[in-house]
């Protein structure tokens, strides 16, 4: 049987290694949720015509995430936080980490302040970030400081899946693919775009109850459309 050999270097080292400290040092549990996706589905369609025009970027499921999750997080600041040794640090800006898959490895730039940003500019922000993440010119203060994760696995097709935390954060949310499936509504079989979230969190701050009330904070934001619009559409 023929085989190859490769000593686990750099970038891959440095992802081995925060991936078992993650493991070996939280108490990591994880809890998934079905949201009817229709909404988010429509309004990306009404809204990429003008975020083309206006940011010459073509609009994808992730920076629509990331203001939905920013929103979602300000009724659940405890989300946002890190844990420093014995301490909890709860932040008030939510800087989002957004995990970039590159030849090199699993990379997580950092966008600042999103809860401050408006959609296009959440666009503009982490297009930038995944450039530079792809080419290699991330700068230290693009990597450090981020108080919550989200991972977009659903590109690859895939439907779940349970994120490792991205510490010292104490969660991370996984946003999988967005597929058609028949679902029953008021008495009738419909096919409706249906998504799966993916929330892992540290169980030693964050319980539970607590995961499933902001799993279900999103779901309420995605399927209500007025909401949604006003929360994807508003200045900041």
Wanted: charged share 20%.
């Amino acid at each position: 049987m023929g085989y190859s050999v490769k000593k686990i270097t750099g970038i891959r080292k440095m992802i081995a290694e925060g991936m078992m400290k993650s493991i070996q040092t939280t108490a990591q549990y994880s809890a998934s949720i079905e949201i009817d996706a229709s909404n988010i589905v429509s309004i990306r369609n009404e809204l990429s015509q003008d975020v083309l025009k206006e940011t010459g970027i073509k609009l994808t499921y992730t920076p629509l995430f990331i203001k939905i999750v920013s929103c979602v997080l300000l009724d659940f600041p405890i989300l946002n936080s890190i844990v420093d040794s014995d301490t909890i640090k709860t932040f008030d800006e939510i800087n989002m980490s957004v995990a970039v898959d590159t030849e090199n490895g699993l990379m997580v730039p950092v966008l600042k302040n999103v809860e401050k940003k408006n959609l296009n500019e959440i666009i503009l922000g982490i297009n930038n970030l995944i450039e530079k993440t792809r080419t290699g010119m991330l700068n230290v203060d693009d990597v450090i400081g981020g108080t919550f994760t989200i991972t977009n696995f659903g590109m690859y097709g895939i439907t779940n899946s349970t994120p490792i935390l991205n510490i010292p954060q104490v969660a991370i949310l996984g946003i999988g693919t967005i597929a058609k499936k028949p679902v029953f509504k008021e008495g009738k079989i419909e096919v409706s775009d249906i998504l799966y979230l993916s929330l892992t969190a540290d169980h030693r701050i964050i319980d539970g109850a607590l995961s499933a009330k902001f799993l279900k904070g999103i779901k309420d934001v995605i399927e209500d459309k007025a909401l949604l619009k006003s929360i994807l559409t508003k200045e900041a």
